[in-house]
Structures are given as C-alpha cells and as structure tokens.
C-alpha cells in the first residue's frame, strides 16, 4: 500500500460544522471579548477616519496591498519578500520561480478585480446596482484571477470542489474540511450570513473567515480567499470607505498560534479563543496600519512639495504618483503611464534623483530606479 493510502486511512472523519449564524449568548457574556468588540472597533473606527481624511487613500494604500499580496501568499508556502515582488514587477530577476512571483501578482490583482465589480450593501446608485454583492459568484470569480496561469490552474480555478481535500502535511492529515458534496450548502449558508445583520461586524467577518476554513470550497487558494473575505466584508458592509484592511502581517507574525487558532475552532467547535485572537489582530492591524498610512502620507506630502517649489517638471506629480504604485521601475514603465518622450521621462527622473527621492542601481543599461523611502515605510 502507497505511503499516501496509509496516510488517507489515519485521516480523521469530515468536519460538518453548524451553519451560521450561531448562537452568540455565551460569546458576548464573556467579558474579555466584550471589551475587545469595543476597543477594535474603536481602533478601526480611527482607522476609517484617517482614511476619510486623506486625499487619495488608494494612491498610499497601494504599497500596503503589494505587501499583502507577498504576505498572504507566504502563509501558503512561497517564499518571495516584498522586494522580490517589487523587483519582479520591474521586469528584473529574482530568486524566486515564476510560478511564485505569479501567486503574488494575481492576489493583487483579484483584489482590485473585487473592487471593480462588487457594490457596497447600500449602494442603490445605478452603477451599484449594475455590481455583484459579496457572494459565492464574486468569489468563484476573484478565485479564478488568484489560480490563473500559476500552480493551481489544474485544481478547477473559479470551481468549488469535486473530490475531498485535507490539511496537514506529508506525515499526517491534522483536518478533514466538509465533504465536496456539502459544499454548495455550505457556501449558500455562508453567503445568506454575509448578508445577516449580526450583533457585530468584526464578531461576524472573525466567523466568515473561520467557517469558510473549515468548509475549504476550493482545491487550492481557500487561505488566501479567506482572508481576502476579510477585507471586502468590512467593504462591502460599508465599515471600511476601501478594501484596505489586511490581516496577513498579524497572522504571518506568528504562523503556528494562527493555525492553532483556527484548528481549534475547527476541532471543537469552540469560537471563543479564535475570536479574541481575531480581534486583537484587528486592534494591533488598525494601530500598524494607521502608523504606516500616516507615515506614507507625511513621505507623499513631502515629496510632493519639493515637486511644486523645486521642479521645474510639469510631469513631476505624475511620477510622484507613480512611485507610490511602484517603488521600484524602469523609465519603460514610466512611460508607459505617463505618454510623454524618452528625454522628457529621464529628465523628470534626473530630478527626482537630484532632490533625493528617488536612486538608482548599478546597472549601465535598463536602468532600475527605486524610491527607499518608501520601501523602508513597509
């Protein structure tokens, strides 16, 4: 008998989990989570207020998702940083397979993908009306972005599962999710919850991301999809003005606490652990997230000031824009946003160069341009 048929036969039996919601009394009696409701939704709320405050949220946002993208992707195993993503991004090589630096790029992507199509919940305008909610479509359709062209694009991107998968590792299944022919019920109840009106937003997006775990809908990406909900929920519930909430640093702070978390309420059907640990990631994600935000927006003014009183550039805020997209570039890219001539992008980025916001690497030809400051704020 194969290694892998001795392993299947020690796998423990399909968890079914109650469908949601469940019953909260016993939660909401606790008085350490009492407390944590307010003070993360107190810490959020100056999260949110920063963000209605600042010109162009997305523009400083932006650097965050590309960390977000590297870091959601690492707790499934890749093993490229930020700056192998940023250089990727500027066409040079990295030590890192394709495949990989892929998974990065397309988590990125099915964020912004999710953004263009899904509405918020009030949204009665006629271009909301014409988006998608936060459904099991929506994220069928962000699944099949995140698996095109990497190493999950035979496991049916865009398609909940046909066979029974597992989590653990090559030695031993530690979890058996719910059965493939369960799932469409599960995922049905999941969305009819997405649209219940909980006691709590943040107690809710803790038990979407842990129920979509234990229901693992997909072959591949259910991690990644997971906590991409976590984000969009608070979106689309209208918490948050933008999908620019992320959790992956906090879970990929200490891995194993976080998979302990998870399995536990997964095991035992015992969410009391797993919601305080949610919520104090959510207080610890809005302060960080608050102090970086803060901290590119001081850098963006900064920069910004020197175009206006000591460039002579008419182009020099479209550049300034694009370095908070992409820290790290060649002229190329550049041009390729901004139309204008050859010695018209060198020029503005001599200047750049000359005031010290932006330097340049060591190659004679191809030239790669990087902004350390902004690469330092992450």
Excluded at 280 to 294: A, H
Excluded at 304 to 322: G, H, P, Q, V, W
Aim: glycine share 4%.
């Amino acid at each position: 008998m194969k290694s892998i048929d001795k392993i299947l036969q020690k796998a423990p039996v399909p968890h079914i989990p109650d469908k949601l919601p469940i019953n909260l009394t016993h939660i909401i009696s606790d008085p350490e989570i009492v407390k944590l409701i307010g003070q993360s939704n107190n810490a959020l709320g100056a999260y949110k207020g920063f963000l209605l405050n600042t010109a162009n949220p997305m523009l400083l946002i932006s650097p965050l998702i590309s960390q977000e993208a590297v870091l959601s992707s690492k707790l499934e195993g890749t093993h490229a940083t930020l700056d192998d993503f940023l250089n990727y991004n500027a066409g040079n090589d990295v030590p890192i397979a394709k495949d990989e630096m892929h998974e990065v790029a397309n988590y990125r992507k099915a964020l912004f993908i999710a953004l263009e199509k899904m509405s918020t919940v009030n949204d009665n305008s006629d271009e909301g009306k014409r988006k998608l909610p936060l459904s099991t479509r929506l994220i069928k359709e962000i699944h099949k972005v995140l698996l095109s062209n990497v190493r999950g694009s035979t496991k049916n991107p865009g398609e909940f599962k046909r066979a029974q998968n597992y989590i653990g590792s090559r030695q031993a299944i530690t979890f058996t999710p719910l059965p493939p022919t369960l799932t469409d019920e599960y995922m049905s109840n999941l969305e009819k919850y997405i649209h219940y009106d909980e006691i709590d937003v943040l107690l809710q997006a803790a038990l979407i991301h842990v129920q979509f775990e234990m229901i693992h809908p997909f072959e591949d990406g259910n991690g990644r999809i997971g906590r991409l909900l976590i984000p969009l929920l608070l979106y689309y519930k209208e918490v948050l003005p933008y999908p620019t909430f992320y959790m992956s640093s906090y879970f990929e702070s200490d891995r194993a606490l976080y998979l302990q978390m998870l399995s536990t309420a997964s095991r035992n059907d015992d969410f009391v652990p797993w919601i305080k640990y949610f919520l104090n990631g959510i207080i610890d994600q809005s302060q960080e997230n608050t102090r970086k935000v803060n901290l590119l927006l001081t850098l963006y003014d900064h920069f910004k000031d020197i175009c206006l009183t000591k460039m002579k550039s008419r182009y020099a805020i479209n550049l300034l824009d694009f370095i908070f997209v992409q820290p790290v570039f060649k002229a190329q890219q550049v041009q390729k946003e901004i139309k204008v001539s050859n010695a018209t992008i060198y020029n503005v980025i001599n200047e750049f160069i000359k005031f010290g916001i932006l330097k340049r690497g060591e190659e004679r030809r191809n030239i790669t341009y990087y902004c350390p400051e902004i690469i330092k704020a992450l």
